[in-house]
């Protein structure tokens, strides 16, 4: 078992949906990493949460860390969101673990 | 003020070949973290460096991998003696002076290994 699974793997969502990504971990952890990755592979740190939430834009990420779950959420999508969206912690041993990955599309 | 730069952003290599791949952090920051994505699957953390330290090495390969970063220049992962396997793409983040790897992490755009 991952220590950090991601749901759904795949997401298909129209222009304008709302989105919400998904990221469980089994570790106690630092810190919480939201990513972004772009077709050509790119990787862009969306952010970074120890507890709370945090909200940059069209973009908000959540974490409970009693239930050890985060959240990443997107409102009205739009097709330059389409990439892959990874979770990755920190644990308190300063080991980071990644999520394998949630690949948005976001149809116009 | 310049992002993450990671050269080269392609390096084909011969097996048995060495393989050299820089990473200059963003002004300021003295964190650098490696990071390796193999064909097909996610993110693996290498190692995490501060300037002249290696602070976590356990997720580096247990031979023919170093890293180094220096008191002056960029930080280094060097692979010795590259096999098929080691194709992969190499990625280097950086982070501000202050709680290292629970900093926000800048990403470079990375270094895609091929091993022929």
């Known amino acids: 078992k991952n220590e950090v699974e991601q749901s759904p793997q795949n997401l298909t969502a129209q222009e304008g949906e709302f989105i919400t990504i998904n990221c469980s971990y089994s570790?106690?952890?630092?810190?919480l990493h939201w990513l972004q990755q772009h077709p050509g592979g790119g990787i862009v740190s969306l952010f970074m949460?120890?507890?709370g939430k945090k909200k940059h834009g069209r973009l908000i990420a959540t974490i409970n860390i009693q239930e050890k779950h985060s959240s990443l959420h997107i409102t009205a999508s739009h097709p330059r969101d389409s990439a892959v969206y990874i979770c990755?912690?920190?644990?308190?041993?300063?080991?980071?673990?990644f999520g394998t990955g949630t690949s948005l599309t976001v149809i116009p | 003020n310049a992002g993450v730069m990671q050269n080269p952003r392609h390096l084909v290599r011969r097996r048995g070949q060495e393989a050299r791949l820089r990473c200059s952090p963003m002004?300021?920051?003295?964190?650098v973290y490696w990071y390796r994505q193999l064909p097909e699957e996610g993110l693996k953390f290498m190692v995490y460096?501060?300037?002249?330290?290696?602070?976590?090495e356990s997720g580096m390969p247990k031979e023919r991998f170093s890293a180094e970063f220096p008191k002056e220049g960029p930080s280094i992962l060097r692979i010795q003696q590259v096999v098929r396997g080691d194709s992969a793409a190499y990625f280097c983040?950086?982070?501000?002076?202050?709680?290292?790897?629970?900093?926000?992490?800048?990403f470079g755009a990375g270094t895609r290994l091929s091993v022929l």
């Open positions: 983040a950086s982070s501000p002076l202050g709680t290292g790897i629970e900093d926000i992490q800048y």
């Open positions: 570790v106690g952890i630092s810190a």
């Open positions: 460096l501060q300037k002249e330290n290696i602070i976590d």
């Open positions: 002004k300021g920051h003295s964190h």
């Open positions: 990755a912690v920190a644990n308190t041993g300063n080991q980071f673990y």
């Open positions: 949460l120890s507890s």
